[in-house]
């Protein structure tokens, strides 16, 4: 007859089970996981840029800012550590940037006269990354696809 374990015994056995489905998860996993949650941020990111900036025009090479969010599978610093980015790539990020947080117009030189085009008027910023970094909506989207992410990889653990 197998050994009947106390509360306390099932509770820690319960305790180590979810750690090992947790935080014993390898980086591979996390990866994948916060990789889920990132590709749902990008497509609502390229959705609100498309619904507020975006303007029918030729652009020759360089695409529309809302047509170059990017996702990439490692850290700011390309490091793979288990968290995933999104943004923009480096030809297009400092575009973003005027948007993200307005541009500061007209600007005076160091004895005070106007730089050459006066009469230019500020790009008033349009904080759409923050604003939809804290929509509950996107964050809802966000933790159901890297949820069901997580689930195919417990099922893979635990069979």
Do not use: C
């Not at 749902?40 to 809302?66: C, I, M, W």
């Not at 575009?95 to 030189?109: C, K, L, Q, V």
């Amino acid at each position: 007859m197998a050994e009947e374990l106390s509360f306390e015994q099932a509770l820690q056995q319960i305790v180590d089970q979810a750690k090992d489905v947790s935080t014993n998860l390898s980086v591979k996993d996390k990866a994948k996981i916060t990789k889920a949650g990132a590709d749902v941020f990008a497509d609502e990111l390229a959705k609100k840029y498309k619904q507020a900036h975006y303007v029918n025009r030729q652009t020759g090479e360089s695409p529309h800012l809302a047509d170059s969010v990017i996702t990439q599978n490692t850290n700011v610093d390309g490091k793979k550590d288990g968290s995933s980015t999104v943004g923009f790539g480096e030809e297009r990020a400092y575009i973003a940037n005027f948007i993200e947080n307005g541009t500061r117009f007209p600007m005076y030189s160091k004895r005070g006269y106007n730089y050459k085009h006066p009469g230019q008027v500020a790009i008033n910023g349009d904080n759409m990354v923050a604003k939809l970094r804290e929509d509950p909506r996107v964050q809802e989207k966000m933790a159901e696809a890297e949820a069901l992410e997580y689930k195919k990889i417990v099922d893979r653990i635990n069979k």
